[in-house]
């Protein structure tokens, strides 16, 4: 359904996008991860036929993106990161003037209008002007307003940006809906990593305008091995220990007074790394052993944690 093939955009001398290649088969559901500025509107953008790349190749359901926009306008829907309601408009009125651009016949429009409403739940506020709406009132109402039109494939710019936990699961669990019942193709861009893991089957990420790493949540996770050891002690500067090189270690990461190290074999490698430690003379204080997650991954491969504004892990 979407086929990206080495797309690039700069703006002046910002490579806000490099050779960016993915695909997704129908009724996927794919999550585009990355740090602020790693260029993840920017690809949803082309995407959408809003930004036309500088090169590379871009087909929607086999209608090529640059040659013609227009077909691929009529199968995608889209919502920004960056809310576009109309103030002056009440929620069902946006509903009704966007139903009219789409040409919806009347009987069609007032049925999927009721229905997106209830979807939302935003029915008893239908009637208020949006500018009176919360952030979180907004940002379902635009879904509401782009699902309406029951696009084959769905591009979600943050969609759960700014929503409380019980909206972000219930939006989560739309999200689903709509896959399994309509088969509806999903790419939604987001910095959190339960969102990711709760809903895609296949992970990008991207930093620096340039795709990283890709794969499955569960490949990704595997890639960093059974298991993370942390110990809390009082570390010597800059220590390394000796079994850093070793085949079983994934990675390592000395943070001043905690020190994280991924392996293969959980249980089995945690003896040896106390008999190290031991050895080396550091008073351990804490050692927990936990399952690594994608927010590991992310942090592995960009080197950034998901902290900055807007982060969940
Ligand atoms: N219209 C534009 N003009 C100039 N620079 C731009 C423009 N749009 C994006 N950029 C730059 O391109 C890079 C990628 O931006 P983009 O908005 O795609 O990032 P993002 O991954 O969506 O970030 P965020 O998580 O903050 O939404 C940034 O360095 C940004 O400043
Ligand atoms: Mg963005």
């Known amino acids: ?6 797309l690039t955009k700069s703006f002046g001398t910002v490579a806000a996008v490099h ?25 949803i953008n082309m995407l959408t036929t809003l930004l036309t ?15 013609n926009p227009d077909a691929v306008r009529r199968i995608i829907g889209v919502t920004f990161q960056d809310l576009v309601l109309d103030r002056d408009l009440t929620g069902r009125e946006c509903l009704e003037y966007a139903g009219r651009l789409y040409n919806l016949d009347a009987p069609l429009r007032r049925q999927r209008m009721s ?25 379902r109402l635009e879904l509401a307003r782009c699902l309406m039109m029951e696009p084959m494939v769905l591009f979600l710019d943050e969609p759960t940006q700014g929503l409380d936990p019980q909206h972000r699961a219930q939006i989560w669990q739309y999200i689903k809906d709509l896959r399994s019942q309509n088969g509806m193709t999903v790419l939604l861009t987001t910095h959190a990593m ?3 893991e709760e809903l895609a089957d296949t992970v990008g990420i991207i930093d ?3 795709m990283v790493q890709e794969g499955t949540p569960e490949a990704l996770i595997r890639t960093l091995g059974s298991a993370y050891i942390r ?10 220990p000796g079994f850093g090189g070793a085949e079983w270690v994934t990675m390592i990461d000395t943070q001043p007074g905690v020190l994280t190290i991924g392996v293969l074999h959980g249980a089995r490698q945690m003896t040896t790394i106390i008999e190290h430690l031991t050895r080396d003379g ?4 804490d050692i927990s052993m936990t399952r690594p997650s994608l927010g590991d991954v992310f942090l592995q491969v960009t080197g950034r944690a998901l902290r900055d504004e807007g982060a969940v892990r």
Not at 53 to 67: K, Y
Not at 134 to 139: E, F, I, N, P
């Open 208 to 210: 620096n305008g340039a």
């Open 115 to 139: 229905d997106v409403l209830e979807l939302v739940e935003l029915g008893s506020a239908a009637d208020r002007l949006t500018g009176t709406y919360s952030g979180g009132m907004k940002r």
């Open 231 to 240: 110990i809390n002690a009082t570390f010597p500067d800059a220590y390394i």
């Open 194 to 196: 339960d969102e990711a």
């Open 19 to 43: 050779d960016v290649s993915l695909s997704v088969g129908p009724a996927q559901i794919y999550a585009l991860l990355g740090p602020n500025g790693a260029g993840k509107s920017t690809t």
């Open 53 to 67: 790349p500088d090169s590379g190749t871009l087909h929607i359901n086999g209608h090529d993106s640059v040659r």
């Open 1 to 6: 359904m979407i086929d990206a093939r080495n």
């Open 282 to 285: 550091i008073d351990i204080v």
